[in-house]
């Protein structure tokens, strides 16, 4: 991604990508088709759900390995008894609350600890008890150091070991080019100690 890529050479990339969301788009309208067929609406959920996104060449990047919105925020479509239909929720959720929701469908008791908060209250049209932050990190062979995550609202902490860390207002900046860390030193550093407290706290679970 250090080369300087040409509108044709971009203009491929997403017209791949969009290709991609079309085939899975059909897919999933087939598997639709034959749960609606087989009569399963009554006592089925379906869920939608990715565990990542994709770059698709949004600051110069392609694949997953990066803390912008394009690659931390997936689809989440869920549909099924007690699920309130043509509804949009907001709330800021994470991929580890979907084992306490699938609990919550099948009827099983949640141990105590368990990560993450069920969706049911949402999905049925209510509210959850749910943190007001989510996090999220990446340690892999296409990043020479570890990223980590913390989004609160409009705003969004991303630190790096070894690395200056970034502050984003997404609602200001949709499109994570300013960071506002110098503007910002005070809410900056209150984000990095939750990040720091929620990471050692995950080390002990």
């Given amino acids: 991604c250090l080369d300087q890529f040409t ?13 991609m969301v079309a085939e899975v788009d059909e897919m999933v309208g087939d598997i639709i ?14 869920l939608f759900g990715s565990d990542h996104g994709e770059m ?3 600051h110069r990047q392609q694949l997953k390995n990066a803390m912008y919105e394009a690659s931390v925020r997936v689809p989440l479509i869920i549909a099924g008894p007690d699920v ?4 949009s929720v907001d709330n800021l ?8 929701t699938f609990m919550d469908m099948t009827g099983l008791e949640r141990p105590s600890d ?4 069920s969706l049911m209250p949402e999905l049925s049209g209510g509210k959850a008890d749910r943190p007001d932050s989510v996090l999220c990190q990446y340690h892999g062979n296409f990043a020479n150091t570890g990223e980590f995550m913390l989004r609160r609202g409009a705003y969004k902490y991303v630190a790096y070991a070894g690395y200056e860390s970034q502050l984003f207002n997404l609602e200001d900046d949709p499109e994570e080019i300013d960071n506002v860390l110098q503007d910002e030193p005070e809410l900056a550093l209150k ?10 706290g995950r080390a002990h679970v």
């Fill in 7 to 19: 509108d044709e050479e971009i203009l491929a990339v997403r017209h791949t990508y969009f290709a």
């Fill in 33 to 46: 088709e034959a749960y609606d067929g087989l009569g399963l609406g009554e006592n089925t959920y379906v």
């Fill in 56 to 58: 698709n060449m949004e």
């Fill in 84 to 87: 309130v239909s043509d509804t």
């Fill in 93 to 100: 959720v994470s991929l580890i609350d979907l084992y306490p």
């Fill in 114 to 117: 368990l990560a993450g908060t």
């Fill in 191 to 200: 984000m990095d100690q939750e990040l720091r407290k929620l990471e050692i």
